[in-house]
């Protein structure tokens, strides 16, 4: 059984929320964490342009600031998306990270760092023997290369992995570009036809042309080039491009538990999670829908696996937001339910923490401490 630690969203002065996470990531022992003069990586995901839920500066501000007067060397990090966007290249990602509040004037104690370099493909190849999906991990260098790392999570809805936290936080975004594809490629979409209405949005958005409209001015995917990265998925707005076969997404979630193994195995590390504004898709979207639950606050622990089954708990056991995708005519707060696979699903979230569990990244059981 692990400690997670939990702090609610109520302020009064003197106890700004940046306040509040500080005392609560002490409560719980990040004073512990041995990043004395170490490369001491911050994961976190900037956001991509136009997307406003994404995690706030102030919150990785005052972590690089903690950090620092630990003695740790800090820097911000994320790695490149596989799918076209504001993020799929350093320059790119950089600029958009800025944009975003990232940069050295709002957090002046990290500088940014692309962990996987200006295209996507600074790696470190990771054996994994212990994997049941990934016999070996292809996780960016600067990620790889760190002492120590910090995850800081905005918990919140995901197409394909049903949620996202701290784990995907950590696997997915860890991963480089090419690992990346190695998590996705078992989960190619196929097109619904009688939903597609031709509209070409996938054709234009999937990097590597693998999508056409054929005469019937329907999508048509060629599997041959396809490297299963859910880009149509994500910009279709009609539910014809969609996830292939269920266990796909399964599997993607066990692949995402186990690329995470691979970053944190011989790394000391310490994970923070922000249930708030808890969009149904992902930040990598260029918007965000209504929250599906009300702000719940922030929690901390060194156990990503426990934190996760925590967040994904209390969103679980919290209502459902009228008007949210998750509650649309106002009527189910489908409380005790999990409201990430009624708003997508297909997808089966808790399978990824039961693979976690059995990779023994943590526990799945966990007392919760209320700062
Ligand atoms: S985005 Fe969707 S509706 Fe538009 S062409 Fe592609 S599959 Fe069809
Ligand atoms: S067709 Fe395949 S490669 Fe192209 S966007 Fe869709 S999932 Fe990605």
């Known amino acids: 059984m692990s400690n997670v630690y939990y702090t609610n969203l109520r302020s009064r002065p003197g106890r700004s929320l940046p306040k509040k996470m500080e005392l609560l990531v002490k409560a719980a022992g990040i004073g512990d964490l041995p990043c004395k003069d170490k490369f001491t990586a911050i994961k976190i995901h900037f956001g991509e342009l136009g997307n406003m839920a994404f995690l706030r500066h102030n919150y990785a501000a005052r972590m690089a600031e903690l950090l620092k007067q630990m003695g740790a ?3 911000l990090t994320d790695t490149n998306t596989l799918y076209s966007g504001s993020r799929s290249n350093a320059v790119d990602h950089l600029y958009t990270a800025f944009l975003n509040g990232y940069n050295a004037i709002s957090v002046p ?11 996507g493909t600074d790696e470190v190849v990771v054996p994994l023997p212990e994997g049941e999906y990934c016999k070996e991990a292809r996780i960016a260098s600067a990620i790889a290369q760190a002492d120590v790392l910090v995850s800081m999570t905005h918990f919140k809805g995901h197409e394909q992995a049903g949620f996202g936290g701290a784990l995907k936080n950590v696997g997915m975004g860890g991963a480089s570009v090419g690992g990346k594809l190695h998590m996705h490629s078992d989960s190619q979409p196929v097109i ?17 042309k693998a999508v056409a409209l054929d005469a019937e001015k329907k999508a048509v995917i060629d599997y041959e080039i396809c490297v299963g990265c859910g880009q149509c998925i994500a910009v279709c707005q009609y539910d014809a491009a969609r996830p292939g076969k269920f266990s796909s997404t399964q599997e993607l979630t066990a692949k995402i538990a186990e690329y995470a193994l691979a970053v944190l195995k ?6 923070v999670a922000f249930i708030m504004d808890v969009s149904p898709h992902c930040d990598c979207w260029s918007m965000n829908d ?8 922030i929690l901390a622990s060194f156990d990503p696996l426990a934190l996760d089954q925590a967040c994904f708990d209390m969103v679980r056991n919290a209502p459902a937001m009228a008007d949210s995708m998750a509650n649309p005519q106002g009527k189910e707060t489908l409380e005790g339910e999990d409201k990430f696979t009624s708003v997508h699903p297909r997808t089966d979230g808790a399978f990824g923490l039961a693979h976690a569990e059995k990779m023994q990244l943590g526990s799945r059981t966990y007392t919760l401490i209320e700062v």
Do not use: S
């Open 192 to 208: 619904e036809r009688e939903n597609c209405i031709g509209c070409n949005v996938c054709v234009v958005n999937c990097r590597h």
């Open 290 to 297: 209504v929250p599906i639950v009300p702000d719940i606050g």
């Open 73 to 75: 060397r800090p820097f």
């Open 266 to 271: 011989d790394k000391p590390h310490f994970h």
């Open 109 to 119: 104690a990290a500088p940014v760092i692309i962990a996987d370099g200006l295209k």
